[in-house]
């Protein structure tokens, strides 16, 4: 079965350095992909960077960076340069890539980012 | 180009009313999916439509939940009865099957409060 764990219910950071924030994740399938997703107070679910598990090179889209570490089956965002629009809900999720279930994305709890001025 | 949308945004009902969400996908996209969000249950998937047919529905939770997808671009998912346990933001999100990433998108969610 497939499992996401974010460790990290909260987490602050200072205006202008950078975050990571945790995924580790469990599945037998050897193709899935990984996702992260940003939810801001006012609610919509934003989403930010995907990394396949056959990907070469770590994602990255602009300040957002994937740390994915195949053997620690580890997905951990990193922000760099935080603002104070950072702060809200973050979300990590996977989806098994083959067999019959391969549109299901399962969720991680959420790690609330507060990005204190 | 547009997201996916939602309407309403927002709804407040009395127990025992009918409670109809609608969502429009992201033009070309071929998949979509309906999640309900809690604090107690975070993120569910309710049901998920492919190519406008019902794939799976394991997720609704009893048959006061239904949804259909007429066409291509608008689906529904109705509640009736509604019932104060029904509270919760409802999700509907769509994606390209034939993408290797087959990314959801969400749209901005509906807040449903059943009293």
Known sequence: ?117 | DAGVIQSPRHEVTEMGQEVTLRCKPISGHNSLFWYRQTMMRGLELLIYFNNNVPIDDSGMPEDRFSAKMPNASFSTLKIQPSEPRDSAVYFCASSRRDRTTDTQYFGPGTRLTVL
């Open chain 1, 1 to 117: 079965a497939q499992k996401i764990t974010q460790t990290q219910p909260g987490m602050f950071v200072q205006e202008k350095e950078a975050v990571t924030l945790d995924c580790t994740y469990d599945t037998s399938d050897p193709s899935y992909g990984l996702f992260w997703y940003k939810q801001p107070s006012s609610g919509e679910m934003i989403f930010l960077i995907y990394q396949g598990s056959y990907d070469q090179q770590n994602a990255t889209e602009g300040r957002y960076s994937l740390n994915f570490q195949k053997a620690r089956k580890s997905a951990n965002l990193v922000i760099s340069a935080s603002q104070l629009g950072d702060s809200a809900m973050y979300f990590c999720a996977m989806r098994d890539q083959s067999g019959g279930s391969n549109y299901k994305l399962t969720f991680g709890k959420g790690t609330l980012l507060t990005v204190n001025p």
